[in-house]
């Protein structure tokens, strides 16, 4: 069985900046911070005025792993260091802003297309970091940090780097909110996930990066990436299988690698974006496949959904939960109690569980499936 190391991640969100204002909120299942957009939908806001929230989100994630970063150098060269970062909205309240003035004045001014470049993030790392080993972007919505992750392990694997800093940085643009609203899938309230009564997301801001190597360089943090996988659907543009086959797939090519049977995972984090079609679909691949046994929860109830951070800043969830004393606290799910699916244990809040071994999920538009198991790895 393959293992590869995780650095401790950053974590940046609307329940705060550090690592332990995420968790302390995220135990505690806080949503008392959410804010209404300028068009009246519930947002989780990292910012909530006076700067761009993007460079905000991704100058002090950098500010936070900082530290991580210079302990990485001193191990490996920094052209064996590479950079995978993935993301939904690049820079598109610019672009407003231009278009916006364009209309009103028939100038773009100083705008750039560069400037909403994909990969503008990354050149943006590299050059704060020091870092020049084999770096791009991942574009595939809200699966995109946890496959970063996935691609990292192939670069590893391929000896093309020694470590490799991925993640994902997003931000809920006006753009983004009144796209998923379009296709009636935001909800008026904070999301509910899993529940019967549920009617959509709450898209929110983020960030979570961390570096990936197959040695341990942070001898206190022993959480070990053992089991992943990525499938698709080719079922609809933005719906997924409502039959969950290849979701199901996904799970048990991870557990798979990982040389684990579904009973052995003693906490799931659920994609659990609180929409209609996806909460029935994961529902039905989590009944198939997991007995009441596993903990499972949503935390986006807490965080939001922040589209192609969420599979990082869950990563960084599952990380510290799995690095606290033994029985953990588990991630509560955080909703009105009346679920759809019975027979599921959903966490609630203050309950403790021994969690060795979890898995998080994290799908997207286009049937893009992903799911990553993390272990201690003193097993």
Request: proline share 3%; hydrophobic share 40%.
């Amino acid at each position: 069985m393959k293992r590869y190391y995780l650095s401790p991640p950053v974590m940046l969100s609307c329940l705060g900046r550090t690592v332990e204002e995420n968790m302390e909120r995220i135990r505690s299942g806080s949503q008392d911070h959410f804010v209404r957009n300028a068009g009246g939908k519930l947002v989780g806001r990292y910012r909530t005025a006076g700067e761009d929230i993007f460079d905000a989100l991704l100058f002090d994630a950098l500010d936070e792993l900082e530290k991580s970063a210079e302990v990485m150098k001193s191990r490996f060269e920094s052209n064996r260091i590479g950079v995978i970062v993935g993301g939904c909205d690049y820079y598109s309240q610019e672009a407003a802003l231009q278009h916006r003035l364009y209309r009103e004045s028939g100038s773009f001014g100083t705008y750039s297309i560069d400037s909403q470049n994909p990969y503008r993030p990354i050149e943006i790392i590299r050059r704060r970091l020091g870092l020049s080993g084999p770096s791009f972007s991942i574009a595939a919505a809200c699966a995109s940090s946890n496959i970063a992750a996935i691609r990292a392990v192939d670069l590893l694997d391929a000896g093309l780097a020694d470590a490799v800093l991925v993640g994902g940085v997003d931000f809920a643009s006006d753009l983004i909110v009144d796209g998923f609203d379009s296709l009636s899938a935001v909800s008026s309230s904070v999301t509910n996930p899993f529940s019967r009564n549920r009617s959509g997301i709450t898209l929110a801001d983020g960030a979570s990066l961390y570096f990936i190597t197959r040695e341990q360089v942070f001898t206190d943090y022993d959480v070990v990436l053992t089991g992943y996988a990525s499938t698709s659907d080719g079922y609809n543009m933005t719906g997924p299988d409502p039959e969950a086959k290849e979701v199901i797939a996904c799970i048990e090519r991870a557990l798979s690698m990982a040389s684990l049977a579904p009973e052995d995972i003693d906490y799931v984090n659920l994609h659990g974006t609180g929409t209609i079609a996806n909460d029935s679909m994961e529902a039905k691949a989590i009944k198939a496949l997991f007995s009441s046994s596993t903990a499972i929860s949503s935390t986006k109830a807490m965080t939001g959904h922040t589209l192609g951070a969420a599979g990082a800043l869950e990563t960084a969830i599952v990380f510290y939960t799995l690095m606290e004393e033994s029985p953990q606290l588990v991630p509560p799910h955080i909703f009105d109690g009346e679920a759809e699916v019975e027979g599921l244990h959903f966490a609630h809040t203050g309950e403790r569980k021994a969690i060795e071994r979890a898995m998080t999920n994290s799908f997207a538009f286009g049937g893009l499936n992903s799911v990553l198991i993390l272990e201690r790895s003193t097993r």
